[in-house]
């Protein structure tokens, strides 16, 4: 199994521990800690509640006639309609295919598998595969929800048990019709989004190399590295003051260099870092973001970001030289944003609990 440790240096064993009990072991000098089965159970139970909950739902569907402006969340996208919106429905399977790939024991197993077994079946994604193909869809969810699913399917692909088999051979023509979205589109992209939300380019394009890589779907990953380099490889003095905006729950200039090191090699990849984020911008990324109000669905964006922020941070860290000396600060300042969000994943507010967790285990789990 793999190993889930993550290196803590701000928080003291008895803290974490009254926060989150049981939830992780921390060892003796707080230097690290685990996702313990209980916390892998906590996490699974958080979309499980949701997978087949059809309402309240944001579908962000462009309606063409009465016929397809009355349907139900449920009758546009039967695979992937729970969990407030689409993207958030396929983050949460990979969540619970990612947690159960990890603990084979979870006491949420059975049900874990009846439920993506319910919902990814060849009629479903069928289905979805019409969804796509209709006249004003074809751009749906494009890139975020792209991404999540071609991480969905990476995921699948990597485990060898025949519940994963079948769903995966079901989700594979969804994400065959991706790709070749996605291919058409990547020439046509002149400028990126930068934004801190769901269209942000270069996040898109993270879970797409990754996927390309493990699939070696070379013609997809030379077009995404041609991409990457053509929007991004110029880029100089990240505006990395402005963040985060009120709704982030991605940084745009953490997303961008979490892209370019793995499109550059260390040596480049170092050097253009050094000239995107100058040594004030990376200590006001370090600061933690204030999230007021984890029951507005829009200011809970922050608590995604603290995971994101981190993921990014130590992936960063991780391709920078072992003498340089942003990586010891990138690699606290992660630790201190997964820690500051983690107890509050389960808020008890909907608009955080549908989708948090699965970025903390994203966060956990990417190392």
Known sequence: MRKVWIFLFCFSAETVMAQTPAYFTVNKDSSRFRLTLAGASHLASLPLKCLQQEYPNKTNHTATSDS???????????????????????????????????????????????????????????????YFEGPLSRNYERTYGWAWLLHLQQELLSWNDADAIRWRNSLQPLCDSIIERWQQFLPKQTYPNRTGVHPNTAFGLVFALDYARATHNISFENAIIRSAKTLFAKDTKA?????????????????????????????????????????????????????????????????????????????????????????????????????????????????????LASFAVYALLNE
């Open 239 to 355: 505006p990395s003051k402005w963040e985060p905006d009120g709704t982030d729950f991605l940084s745009p200039s953490l997303e961008e260099a979490d892209l370019m090191r793995r499109v550059l090699d260390k040596p480049a990849f170092e050097k253009w870092f050094s000239a995107w984020i100058d040594p004030s911008a990376l200590l006001h990324l370090t600061q933690l973001p204030i999230v007021s109000d984890r029951n507005d669905f829009q200011i809970v964006h922050l608590d995604g970001l603290c995971f994101s922020r981190s993921w990014c941070m130590k992936g960063i860290a991780g391709d920078l030289p072992d003498k340089d000396t942003r990586k010891p600060i990138l690699l606290r300042a992660a630790i201190r944003h997964l820690a500051a969000s983690l107890p509050n994943i389960a808020s008890g507010s909907y608009g955080g609990e549908h989708w």
């Open 68 to 130: 397809d402006q009355l349907q139900t969340p449920k009758q546009q996208h039967p695979a992937f309609y729970g969990c407030f919106d689409w993207h958030s429905s396929v983050h949460g399977h990979w969540m619970l295919v990612s947690l159960l790939k990890q603990f084979p024991d979870l006491p949420e197993a059975q049900r874990i598998r009846t439920a993506i077994g319910k919902n990814i079946n060849p009629e479903n994604i069928l289905a979805e595969i019409r």
